[in-house]
């Protein structure tokens, strides 16, 4: 998402620090709540309803229809699906292939309810808690990153307003269109309109402090699932969306983050390479490369940010 980020520096006299963003994409809140999101949730309510609808209409034309085609002998129970034991006979024919399609419909409408379902409940929990699941990735990393260096600072998420029902009442409104222009959004007291930048602004400096740097001792082709490098390591190539990167004997990392048998990082690049790409992450095996001593740089944290490890 290209976006611009502009730190103004602090003022004379004080500590504040001004945020402006200009974002030139329409998910300015880690995709927050859209115009529509009142009919998601209507349309996940109605579809169950629909489905199990339709579900009870097909049990009771399969019931209806084998009971009148079952005949019961000694210690059997045979199925008649030639012809009905009816008067009149129905009017609709419902043979084999008929039972089936009815089968079949049966199953997609229990299925859909259990999917859309579910859907439903995801939903409403997100709007409950006001969070979507990014953001609550993002909590979570602002605690541990709290906890890790033993700050005297808590960290309020500034988009819950502190109960159920006032978040409830931001996306499900009279007028049928939820709080907020999708640019400023009402915010819980005590806390700003930047409040959940700034902590993803520390997350990244202190993500620059926990990387590690590899020195790449083994080719990568760069594949999802490498046969050459383990049966435990292409069993557990990471199941993401996120690239792999093709790796080369000298070359360097900056790994922020793993797996027990794969790394995610950034390439260091030479100056040749930075004229055409300006970066290079993804997941690489860890069997490729090996630790090299920290730099300087790398080891110092931020000034004033960390206490003890």
């Known amino acids: 998402m290209p976006c611009l980020l502009v730190l103004a520096s602090s003022l004379w006299g004080g500590n504040r620090k001004i945020l402006r963003i200009a974002c030139t994409s329409n998910i300015v809140k880690s995709a927050k709540h859209t115009r529509h999101h009142g009919h998601i949730i209507a349309e996940s309510v109605t579809a169950p309803l ?18 009148n ?24 024919p419902f ?6 399609a009815t089968l079949f419909a ?9 999917a859309v379902g579910m859907l439903f409940f995801i939903q409403m929990k997100i709007i409950l808690r006001n969070k979507t699941s990014i953001e ?27 109960s159920r029902w006032k978040n409830f009442k931001q996306v499900f409104t009279w007028s049928g269109v939820p709080k907020g222009d999708g640019l400023d959004w009402p915010i819980r007291e005590g806390c700003h309109p930047y409040s959940l930048t700034i902590e993803q602004l520390k997350q990244k400096a202190d993500k620059r402090v926990r990387s590690v740097q590899y020195k790449v001792i083994e080719d990568y082709s760069g594949t999802c699932c490498p046969l050459n490098r383990g049966i435990k390591t292409f069993f557990t190539s990471p199941c993401t969306e996120e ?20 790394l995610y990082g950034d390439k260091i690049l030479d100056d040749s390479i930075k004229e055409d790409v300006s970066r290079i ?6 069997n490729c490369v090996e630790k090299c001593p920290c730099d300087a740089e790398t080891d110092q944290a931020p000034e004033g940010e960390k206490k003890n490890r």
């Open 50 to 67: 629909g489905c199990i609808h339709a579900a009870f209409i097909f049990v009771m034309t399969m019931y209806t229809q084998l009971y």
């Open 69 to 92: 085609r079952l005949s019961f002998g000694w210690n059997t129970v045979k199925i008649d699906m030639s012809t009905a034991r009816r008067d009149p006979p129905p009017i609709i």
């Open 95 to 100: 043979g084999l292939a008929a039972f089936a």
């Open 106 to 114: 049966l199953g997609l409408a229990l299925g859909t309810t259990i």
């Open 136 to 162: 609550s990735w993002i909590e979570e990393k602002a605690k541990d990153r709290i906890q890790y260096y033993q700050l005297d600072e808590v960290f309020v998420f500034p988009y819950d307003m502190g």
């Open 243 to 262: 690239p792999r990167i093709r790796l080369q004997k000298g070359e360097f990392i900056l790994a922020t983050r793993g797996l027990r048998y794969w």
């Open 281 to 286: 992450r993804g997941w690489f095996p860890r």
